[in-house]
């Protein structure tokens, strides 16, 4: 199953590398995170999820909790599994300073350098982005992958034309 296969209102986490992965390196998280999504469960109920590496950067997970609602300690066991595949890969999944833009291929732009390069013209408001803050497979299928005009970087636009 991939994420698009999920019910709409699956939740969905998202873990963004700090750096583009080998082939290698996404072979493995892939692996290794489909087997923790096979055993992965809340309070003995097993969860029915899928997990999936996408375009070199994204680990995405993701649970149907219409048949088991995914709890703290469940949550708590998939972020501790992907920190310590973090630490393994020497990659970390938890900067959320960094946006993944995409121009001709993904480049990472720090937060902090995101006004400068809509000064410059690098990045306009139809640049393509991935939002990482959506939380479900609905979102996930319809706007993960979508203008930055369309997500929480709006509000930078907003600043250069007031």
């Not at 290698?24 to 003995?44: I, K, M, P, R, T």
């Not at 909790?65 to 393994?88: M, P, R, T, Y």
Request: charge should be negative; aromatic fraction near 12%; glycine fraction near 4%.
């Amino acid at each position: 199953m991939t994420i698009n296969e999920l019910p709409g209102n699956s939740r969905v986490w998202i873990y963004q590398a700090d750096r583009l992965l080998t082939t290698d390196e996404q072979a493995f998280l892939a692996e290794s995170s489909l087997q923790f999504v096979a055993q992965w469960a809340a309070h003995g109920t097993p969860l029915t999820g899928t997990a999936q590496v996408l375009n070199g950067y994204f680990l995405v997970i993701g649970v149907d909790e219409a048949q088991a609602e995914a709890s703290g300690c469940s949550i708590d066991k998939s972020v501790n599994f992907v920190k310590a595949l973090g630490q393994k890969l020497n990659v970390d999944f938890f900067n959320r300073l960094n946006i993944a833009v995409e121009t001709e291929s993904i480049n990472l732009v720090p937060l902090s350098q995101f006004e400068t390069e809509i000064a410059n013209g690098t990045i306009t408001a139809n640049t393509f982005v991935y939002d990482n803050t959506v939380t479900s497979a609905a979102d996930f299928n319809n706007r993960w992958h979508t203008e930055a005009q369309n997500t929480w970087l709006s509000r930078y636009f907003t600043k250069q034309t007031a």
